[in-house]
């Protein structure tokens, strides 16, 4: 076990950069999880640490020894891809245990490597089988049990359940974290599902244009997110944001959106200041008290109900527990749960 440690580090690729002076400090035996949307730098900063992608400027450690002039082979990770192609002519075994017979270690060690990483993925009764003759999860877990037996300091996964449908993708989350829990291996994986970032991390690094955001736990991400970015990222169905200031009326601090909506706050910000308004969906129930808004779709998931609806002209979106039989066009009264108001400045983005 290892911890893994980035330092300032830069990649280009000819003239473009691509990661522009990322910090991420990993410690030993932590699940880190790096997000952010499609070309940010996760994979390129991902395969840097892996030894696959060259180091344009900067420092990674690994265990405390500096890697960036270390071959793959030697920094002593195990890589886990998206598309984890198996050897389709190799059975289960012989797939686990490849990495170990190519570097020439004894029948008897493979044998008995290969013995415990397929207890530990439930794998024992599919050494004999073929990949083609294995489930999407099966063979996934396979994938994992190739970087198991090589039993590295450190695992890197890059979005290994991608290819995985909704219900397999839950199931093999749980069990990516309970082998984390038996194995106690420092994980460095990339997703953009941030649903997979928060049940699953330690600390989650919000990556943007090659630049770090914000590194918190998964909760304080969610409960203290430090700009508009990292606010409408992290959480699912995203925060509803309004434009608009801060003003007074009744002699209390309230928010006027440009629209004309008043909406409460918890006096943070000087009147006048122009403000963005965010409110998770979660955070805004139906109470008689509440404020009049019209329905314009309702999507009952069984468990829960999501409403898309207008203060005025303002769209807002929330989530009850409730079954709703008003129709689109109708009024509820949504009420502003004000504790869970987060104030971001306008120009800047930075919440207040
Ligand atoms: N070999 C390359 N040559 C030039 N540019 C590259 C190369 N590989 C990646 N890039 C660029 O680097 C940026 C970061 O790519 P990267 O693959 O790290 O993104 P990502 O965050 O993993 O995105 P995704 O979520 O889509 O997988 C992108 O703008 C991409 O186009
Ligand atoms: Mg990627």
Redesign the pocket.
């Known amino acids: 076990m290892a911890e893994v440690t980035v330092r300032n580090i830069v990649?280009r690729?000819?003239s473009?950069q691509?990661?522009h002076g990322v910090n991420v400090d990993i410690a030993d035996g932590e699940f880190v999880i790096?997000v952010?949307?499609?070309?940010?730098?996760?994979?390129?900063?991902?395969?840097m640490i892996a030894g696959l992608?060259a180091i344009s400027g900067g420092e990674i450690s690994i265990g405390g020894r500096v890697v960036n002039d270390v071959l793959p082979k030697d920094r002593d990770i195990a890589m886990v891809f998206?598309n984890y192609a198996l050897y389709p002519h190799k059975n289960v075994a012989d797939n686990m245990g490849f990495s170990l017979k190519i570097k020439g270690r004894p029948k008897a060690e493979i044998e008995a490597k290969v013995k415990k990483a397929a207890e530990i993925l439930d794998l024992g009764k599919l050494l004999d089988r073929f990949p083609k003759q294995l489930s999407g999860g099966q063979r996934q877990r396979v994938a994992m049990g190739r970087a198991i037996v090589r039993d590295p300091q450190v695992f890197l996964f890059?979005?290994p359940l991608s290819n995985l449908d909704a219900k397999l993708r839950v199931a093999m989350r749980v069990e990516i974290k309970e082998l984390h829990q038996r194995l106690g291996t420092t994980i460095v994986y990339?997703t953009?599902d941030q649903i997979e970032a928060m049940t699953m991390a330690d600390k989650i690094v919000v990556?943007r244009d090659?630049k770090v955001e914000q590194v918190g736990a998964p909760l304080d991400l969610y409960d203290n997110p430090g700009n508009v970015f990292v606010a409408g990222f992290i959480g699912s169905p995203a925060m509803n944001f309004i434009k608009g200031k801060i003003g007074s009326k009744d002699g209390r601090q309230v928010f006027v959106s440009d629209a004309g909506s008043v909406l409460p706050v918890e006096g943070r910000a000087q009147d006048g200041q122009p403000v963005i308004y965010g409110i998770r969906p979660e955070h805004i129930d139906i109470a008689p008290d509440g404020l009049p808004a019209t329905v314009s779709v309702l999507e009952p998931t069984g468990s829960e109900t999501q409403i898309f609806a207008k203060f005025g002209e303002d769209p807002i979106d929330a989530i009850v527990k409730d079954r709703l039989t008003v129709r689109p066009g109708e009024e509820v009264r949504l009420k502003i749960d004000s504790r869970r108001v987060h104030i971001f400045d306008r120009q800047s983005g930075a919440r207040l």
């Open positions: 990649k690729y000819g473009v691509v990661i790096l952010g949307p499609s070309g940010c730098g996760k994979s390129t900063l991902l395969r992608e998206q890059d979005e990339v953009h990556m090659g």
